[in-house]
């Protein structure tokens, strides 16, 4: 699945006037700039991640993935479909630790699939990483 640079992002985050943010404009940079232009925040880590699920991305979930927890690689499931995220609580915990918890949508064989997790970031070098998550 793929979408036009100028088509909305699969985050589906909207900008300040509440129209949904291009690709390009939103998760899109960080997914190809990942050395030049890190997400600023673990929310927006999590954004582009998610877009990165969508865009099939290997490379940017493992560069993505705190070593400590990263695994040796990435499977994606033949046949799922992403449907959107939603992005329930942003929490700052320090200045280098954060939690996000969403809800990411898919279908599998005709079926809805929910993935509902608060996931914990760690910042290092200015970079936020994702380490791990419970799920609800
Ligand atoms: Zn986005």
């Known amino acids: 699945m793929s979408v036009p640079a100028d088509g909305p992002c699969h985050c589906g985050r909207n900008d300040a006037r509440g129209r949904p943010l291009s690709?390009?404009?939103?998760?899109?940079?960080?997914?190809?700039e990942l050395e030049a232009?890190?997400?600023p925040d673990a929310g927006s880590l999590m954004r582009s991640r998610y877009c990165a699920f969508v865009?099939?991305?290997?490379?940017?979930?493992?560069?993505?993935?705190?070593p400590s927890t990263r695994p040796p690689e990435i499977g994606f499931e033949p046949g799922?479909?992403?449907l959107g995220l939603e992005v329930r609580d942003e929490r700052q915990l320090d200045s280098s630790h954060a939690e996000?918890?969403?809800?990411?949508?898919?279908?599998l064989g005709?079926?809805?699939?929910?993935?509902?997790?608060?996931?914990?970031f760690v910042c290092e070098d200015g970079r936020w990483y994702y380490v791990d998550g419970d799920m609800r």
């Open 55 to 66: 865009l099939e991305d290997a490379g940017y979930l493992l560069a993505t993935w705190h």
């Open 37 to 39: 232009t890190p997400a």
């Open 100 to 107: 996000v918890e969403f809800i990411a949508r898919s279908r």
């Open 80 to 82: 799922l479909k992403w």
């Open 110 to 120: 005709g079926r809805g699939q929910r993935l509902h997790e608060r996931s914990r």
């Open 23 to 32: 690709l390009a404009r939103c998760c899109g940079r960080f997914l190809s």
